[in-house]
Nanobody, 118 residues
């Protein structure tokens, strides 16, 4: 499975941004797709995930109500819609894939930088 993340950029606080993660290769319907983020000197943080089959979603508390994860089955693409962004959302965002709904994330994309100015 190959993952290609895109959509990062420089935005102002309060703006919106949509990240995309295109999956190629053998992506099965049982997969769980996730978004993570990381800032220098900190551990990678879970942001959101979605189960490919039923669309169940999970979010870290700090983004609930502002971010929305979704998927387009036909395009094998997962999105992260980021609304009302804050400077603390600044990070490199990574998409990842787990082969089962509860398994570990085995596949990772290359990351896309999101910078939010105040």
């Amino acid at each position: 499975v190959q993952l290609q993340a895109s959509g990062g950029g420089l935005v102002q606080a309060g703006d919106s941004l949509r990240l995309s993660c295109a999956a190629s290769g053998r992506v099965f319907s049982s997969y769980r797709m996730g978004w993570f983020r990381q800032t220098p000197g900190k551990e990678r943080e879970f942001v959101a995930s979605i189960i490919w089959t039923d669309g169940s979603t999970y979010y870290v508390n700090s983004v609930k109500g502002r971010f929305t994860i979704s998927r387009d089955n036909a395009k094998n693409t997962v999105y992260l819609q980021m609304n009302s962004v804050k400077p603390e959302d600044t990070a490199v965002y990574y998409c990842a894939a787990a082969p089962t709904p509860t398994g570990r994330y085995d596949y990772w994309g290359q990351g896309t930088q999101v910078t939010v100015s105040s």
